[in-house]
C-alpha cells in the first residue's frame, strides 16, 4: 500500500506541529510522496475506532500531482500525542496518510461547560428540558380540559335533575296528563271549535305539547321540557326501545309536529284535534305497556 507524508494547513493557510481545531472546523490535508491513482468523487477514510475523527469533504490534486485532502473533525480529542496513521480508499484502491497530528477541542468554554440536567433517553438524544416542558404543559392543559367538561356535565345533569324534580306533584304523571287532555277537550268541543280564533287555537296546542312533555318528564325522568325533538328520542330509546320502534316512531312524529307549532301559523281546529287524540293515544300504550311489561 502506498503512503503519503503529510501537512496539516488550517483555512487560512498556517501550519502548526500540532495543530488545535474546534470541533466542526475546517481544515486540510496536503500530502505527498508516491502515489496512486484515486477516483477523488468516492474518496474517503477508512476509520474503525473513532469514526467521526476525521472526515473527508473533498479530495483534490494539485499540479505537481500531491494530493490535497479538504478535512472536518466532529469528534473531540487529542490526536497528536501518537503519530495518527488514517488510511484513504475510493473503494478499489487505498493510500496510507503519515504524519497526522492534531487535537480537536470542543466549542464550549472548558472552564465553565454548558450542563445538561439530563443525559439522553435510550437511543434518542432529547434536547431537554423544551420538549419535556411542552409534553407536560399540553398533558397538563389536556387534564385541565377534560376536568373541566366533566364538572361542567356534572353541573348541569344535576341542574336538569333538579328541575325534573320541580314538576313532581302530589297526583301521578297520568292523573296530571289526563286532567289538561279533558280540559283541552272541552275548550274544543264540537260546538264551539269554529269560533276559536288562529290565536287561541296556537295557544291551546302550545298547551297540549307542554302537557306532553311534562308527562315524559314525570313518567320517564327524560328532561323533555329542555330538549329538541331528535334529543327526547335517543334518550327515550336507551331505557324504553323494548316497548318497540313503532312506539317509538309514534313518538318522533309527535314531538315533530309539536315543535312546529310556533312557527306554523295555519295551524287549524282539525290539527289540533288529531294532535290531541295521537298524543292520547301514545299515552294510552305508554301506560298499557308498563302495566304488563314492568
Known amino acids: 500500500m502506498s503512503e503519503l507524508l503529510c501537512e496539516i494547513q488550517s483555512q487560512n493557510g498556517s501550519s502548526q506541529n500540532t495543530p488545535?481545531?474546534?470541533?466542526?472546523?475546517?481544515?486540510?490535508?496536503?500530502?505527498?510522496?508516491?502515489?496512486?491513482?484515486?477516483?477523488?468523487?468516492?474518496?474517503?477514510?477508512?476509520?474503525?475506532?473513532?469514526?467521526?475523527?476525521?472526515?473527508?469533504?473533498?479530495?483534490?490534486?494539485?499540479?505537481?500531482?500531491?494530493?490535497?485532502?479538504?478535512?472536518?473533525?466532529?469528534?473531540?480529542?487529542?490526536?497528536?500525542k501518537e503519530e495518527q496513521l488514517f488510511e484513504v480508499t475510493d473503494g478499489v484502491n487505498s493510500l496510507t496518510l503519515k504524519n497526522i497530528r492534531f487535537q480537536v477541542n470542543s466549542v464550549q468554554d472548558p472552564q465553565n461547560p454548558q450542563k445538561e440536567p439530563f443525559g439522553p433517553y435510550g437511543p434518542f438524544v432529547t434536547p431537554f428540558p423544551w420538549i419535556a416542558i411542552y409534553i407536560l404543559i399540553g398533558i397538563v392543559s389536556l387534564s385541565l380540559l377534560f376536568g373541566i367538561l366533566k364538572w361542567w356535565r356534572r353541573r348541569k345533569v344535576k341542574a336538569q335533575w333538579n328541575r325534573m324534580k320541580s314538576y313532581d306533584k302530589p297526583i301521578s304523571p297520568s292523573t296530571e296528563y289526563y286532567g289538561?287532555?279533558?280540559?283541552?277537550?272541552?275548550?274544543?268541543?264540537?260546538?264551539?271549535?269554529?269560533?276559536?280564533?288562529?290565536?287561541?287555537?296556537?295557544?291551546?296546542?302550545?298547551?297540549?305539547?307542554?302537557?306532553?312533555?311534562?308527562?315524559?318528564?314525570?313518567?320517564?325522568?327524560?328532561?323533555a321540557t329542555e330538549l329538541n325533538a331528535?334529543?327526547?328520542i335517543e334518550l327515550y330509546k336507551i331505557k324504553w326501545s323494548w316497548k318497540g320502534s313503532e312506539h317509538v316512531h309514534n313518538l318522533a312524529v309527535l314531538l315533530n309536529e309539536m315543535s312546529k307549532i310556533k312557527k306554523n301559523s295555519n295551524f287549524t281546529v282539525q290539527d289540533l284535534v288529531q294532535l290531541l287524540k295521537s298524543s292520547k293515544k301514545w299515552v294510552d300504550y305508554s301506560l298499557s305497556q308498563n302495566k304488563g311489561g314492568g
Open 230 to 232: 331528535k334529543d327526547i
Open 20 to 80: 488545535v481545531f474546534t470541533v466542526g472546523e475546517l481544515f486540510d490535508l496536503k500530502c505527498k510522496g508516491e502515489s496512486i491513482s484515486l477516483n477523488p468523487d468516492q474518496v474517503k477514510i477508512k476509520l474503525e475506532k473513532n469514526s467521526y475523527a476525521l472526515k473527508i469533504l473533498k479530495a483534490e490534486t494539485s499540479p505537481q500531482g500531491d494530493w490535497i485532502f479538504h478535512v472536518v473533525s466532529y469528534q473531540v480529542g487529542d490526536y497528536s
Open 180 to 223: 289538561i287532555i279533558r280540559k283541552l277537550e272541552r275548550q274544543i268541543d264540537f260546538e264551539f271549535k269554529f269560533k276559536l280564533t288562529p290565536e287561541q287555537v296556537q295557544n291551546l296546542s302550545q298547551e297540549l305539547a307542554n302537557a306532553f312533555k311534562i308527562f315524559i318528564v314525570r313518567q320517564f325522568q327524560i328532561p
